[in-house]
T-cell receptor, first 116, second 110 residues
Framework: GAGVSQSPSNKVTEKGKDVELRCDPI?????LYWYRQSLGQGLEFLIY????????KSGLPSDRFSAERTGGSVSTLTIQRTQQEDSAVYLC??????????????FGQGTRLTVV | RKEVEQDPGPFNVPEGATVAFNCTYS??????FFWYRQDCRKEPKLLMS???SGNEDGRFTAQLNRASQYISLLIRDSKLSDSATYLC???????????FGRGTSLIVHP
């Protein structure tokens, strides 16, 4: 079956422009996560969606970042007025709920964002 | 104290060696534990889940020590292809959000 799909795989944008990153999770997975990874760094949590519940936005670094998930499936991460420090790989992952736990997360290949 | 801590390495070992990584976590109520592998410029991929009783998958063995709040990964008979960064992942108690360690770099040389 299909895995997590992200698009675009690479994005170069000018400072100050807005960008949209897309994630299509594994079918049936109710949980969706966005992380970002700067060069040589660990994964930084951004936002978490679980079914139709309100998302956990506690990891978003500023109000320039927002995300939505339509119909409990596809998610879009939007960065407004991009800055050079936003350059990173943006990773999306999904998992499903089993009892009171989420199972292991499966990642997309990421979107490499470069702000010039 | 960080939620999940790992020695960044690198661990530089010859082919055929046995190598072990530890990872400590701060939330004693954590319930789910995993090891992921990340190759250079690739996404993390699940290596194995870590169960209370420990588990083994071929050359890889994972252990959980709840009393001391650490998990371990043992790799036997290292291969060149094992060279990667190994990420420790913990679901903290009360949260459904996987928390990742910074990773341990392994380099296996001929």
């Amino acid at each position: 079956g299909a895995g997590v799909s992200q698009s675009p795989s690479n994005k170069v944008t000018e400072k100050g422009k807005d960008v949209e990153l897309r994630c299509d999770p594994i079918s049936g997975h109710t949980a969706l996560y966005w992380y970002r990874q700067s060069l040589g760094q660990g994964l930084e949590f951004l936002i978490y969606f679980q079914g139709n519940s309100a998302p956990d936005k506690s990891g978003l670094p500023s109000d320039r970042f927002s995300a939505e998930r339509t119909g409990g499936s596809v998610s879009t991460l939007t960065i407004q007025r991009t800055q050079q420090e936003d350059s990173a790989v943006y990773l999306c992952a999904s998992s499903y709920r089993s009892g009171r736990l989420n199972t292991e997360a499966f990642f997309g290949q990421g979107t490499r964002l470069t702000v010039v | 104290r960080k939620e999940v801590e790992q020695d960044p390495g690198p661990f530089n070992v010859p082919e055929g060696a046995t190598v072990a990584f530890n990872c400590t976590y701060s939330n004693s109520a954590s319930q789910s534990f995993f090891w992921y592998r990340q190759d250079c410029r690739k996404e993390p991929k699940l290596l194995m889940s870590v169960y209370s009783s420990g588990n083994e998958d071929g050359r890889f063995t994972a252990q959980l020590n709840r009393a001391s709040q650490y998990i371990s990964l043992l790799i036997r008979d290292s291969k060149l292809s094992d060279s990667a960064t190994y990420l420790c992942v913990v679901n903290p108690g009360g949260s459904y959000i996987p928390t990742f360690g910074r990773g341990t770099s392994l380099i296996v040389h001929p």
